[in-house]
């Protein structure tokens, strides 16, 4: 398990290239590479905070869901965020906003076939289909979702899975934009997940609506979702975001989002990220 230091209050995103760990420090507006330890590689711009990551395996670049909004005074007005691709060493790289919209991306996923945003105030999810040519597009519809959060694309590569936190687990059809719902086991939708990531031929969520949080094996069927508990009655405290770099899960526990709001605002222990060993069939070892 790796500690953040505690200076950093908030720890929101998590990725991995199998041998440096990111992290982003939301407050800060840093991004961290750990080792053994953890040292600053990135502060971006006054007004825009990081929040999810995601590792590009096939292009060596570290994604960024970046939003302007101020955990702290939620009150402060902002409208644009952006989509940022760092080098690894930390270096700005790419930097997309959609023109003219609001945009408050806050989770982020890449594949070779494109990078995914997520916006939790408008449900938008947004696709760079092509880093070279630019330009984000809307891959739903609008008021198709609430609260858009974690996205995986298919393996067949037609569709993103997304995590909506009030309407729950979605499939968006590339090709129309249609989004369809699909409900759990007993006919409910399956709300609170927030990271999600694809692991073989099925899905790994991290279910932070309820406290304390857990990590659901989500599989995707025709019509709905079958989900479980990845480790048996394994619970996490405070939990975010999700990873996977090639052999483990990774997992921010000890956020500090519970702490937002609170008189105390100190920390005297940092985040944590927890690491679970994964097999090939996404099972836990």
Known sequence: MLTIDPRHRLIEGVASDGSTIWASSVLDRQI??????????????????????????????????????????????????????????????????????????GDVSATASGVFASDSRSGLVWGLLSARRGGLRAINRPGDGKSAQGTALTESGTSVIVADYARGIGRIDLK???????????????????????????????????????????????????????????????????????????????????????AASSRSIGAHVVAIPISKGCKAD
């Not at 971006?44 to 590009?56: C, H, M, S, T, V």
């Not at 952006?82 to 959609?98: E, I």
Request: with cysteine; hydrophobic share 40%; net charge positive.
């Open 176 to 262: 129309s934009t249609a989004t369809a719902w699909l409900p759990r086991q007993n006919g409910k939708p399956l709300r609170g997940v927030d990271g999600l990531l694809r692991c073989g031929d099925g899905y790994i969520g991290l279910h932070n609506g309820e406290t304390p949080g857990r990590i659901l094996t989500i599989r995707v069927r025709s019509d709905r979702v079958e989900y479980g508990e990845l480790v048996q009655g394994l619970t996490l405290p405070d939990p975010t975001q999700i990873a996977f770099d090639g052999k483990r899960l990774l997992a921010i526990v000890d956020s500090g989002w519970e702490l937002i709001g609170k």
């Open 32 to 105: 961290l590479a750990c080792t053994r330890s953890c040292r600053t590689i990135a502060t971006l711009p006054q007004g825009l905070r990081p929040f999810g990551l995601a590792w590009d395996w096939g292009r060596k670049i570290l994604w960024i869901a970046a939003d302007c909004a101020d955990p702290e005074d939620k009150a402060a007005k902002c409208e644009q965020g952006a989509l940022v691709g760092l080098s690894p060493a930390g270096k700005v790289r790419y930097h997309f906003a959609p023109d003219r919209m609001a945009f408050h991306p």
